[in-house]
């Protein structure tokens, strides 16, 4: 898949589809490379760009709410998420997290329990192309806990209410030195987390809001974004031995 870009326009399109539009209608060559520019019948340009994680946000299938890429920055330096990590995700929801995870080249299983989500997850990761290392379970991880026990994580992502009730198992899960993060909107959901990890032994037990502030540069002057103080949610961040 490609990203067909125009000022704030931007359209997906697999080499060989069509692109319609007012500016005209352009097919897209199969041997398309990025940095091309292609012009519709009617000579309007397009920019040709391979979609990224921050496109992926945008252009995935959306079902459950997708963590932000600046959260996802965050568990990737609070962790130190790398190519080769085997990463125990949970619930996939829209599958961002895990396409970001999956891009660096960890090696992703994750648990999805709404069966539908769980197919427009493998479609997600189908489009960012790492079905190869994005497994999308369906079920309840809670029920698979026993049987992962076996597996030897490097990191244990969750973005789910349950959290908690994962947490409490995350010393069968993770290798010596692994992570456990939680992702939670609310804060009664990270202490509750926090207070599971301190419960099962984690050390280094944090959380952190993640607020995010956009600076405005103008002829007046220079300030943060008026427009809201950027809050999307709590992270906490615990590791076994
Ligand atoms: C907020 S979304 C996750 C978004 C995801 N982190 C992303 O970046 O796209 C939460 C998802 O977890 C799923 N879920 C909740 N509890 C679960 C569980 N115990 N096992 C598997 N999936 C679960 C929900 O169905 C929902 O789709």
Do not use: K
């Not at 519709?40 to 391979?50: A, K, M, N, P």
């Not at 973005?159 to 290798?175: I, K, M, Q, S, Y």
Request: aromatic residues 6%; charged residues 30%.
């Amino acid at each position: 898949m490609i990203l067909l870009v125009r000022g704030d326009r931007e359209y997906l399109r697999a080499p060989g589809e069509e692109l319609q539009t007012d500016l005209g209608v352009l097919t897209v060559p199969e041997d398309v490379e990025p940095g091309q520019r292609l012009e519709t019948h009617l000579g309007e340009e397009f920019v040709v760009r391979e979609p990224r994680g921050p496109d992926l946000f945008e252009h995935f299938e959306r079902t459950g709410a997708p963590m932000m890429p600046r959260d996802i920055g965050l568990v990737v330096g609070f962790t130190g998420a790398a190519a080769g990590d085997r990463v125990l995700d949970a619930g996939t929801g829209t599958g961002v997290l895990a396409a970001y995870l999956g891009r660096i080249d960890a090696e992703v299983v994750t648990y999805e329990q709404d069966s539908a989500f769980a197919e427009v997850a493998r479609e997600n990761m189908h489009l960012a192309e790492v079905e190869d290392t994005v497994d999308v379970r369906t079920g309840d991880v809670r029920d698979e806990l026993d049987e992962l026990a076996s597996e030897a994580f490097d990191l244990l992502t969750l973005d789910t209410e349950d959290a908690p009730e994962v947490v409490r198992h995350a010393p069968d899960l993770l290798v010596s030195g692994g992570f456990a993060v939680v992702y939670s909107p609310f804060v009664e959901g990270s202490r509750a987390a926090a207070e599971a990890a301190r419960e099962a032994g984690l050390t280094d037990v944090t959380t952190h809001e993640t607020i995010q502030r956009e600076m405005q540069f103008d002829e007046r002057g220079s300030r943060p974004d008026t427009r809201g103080v950027g809050h999307t949610g709590f992270l906490t961040v615990a590791r076994w031995e």
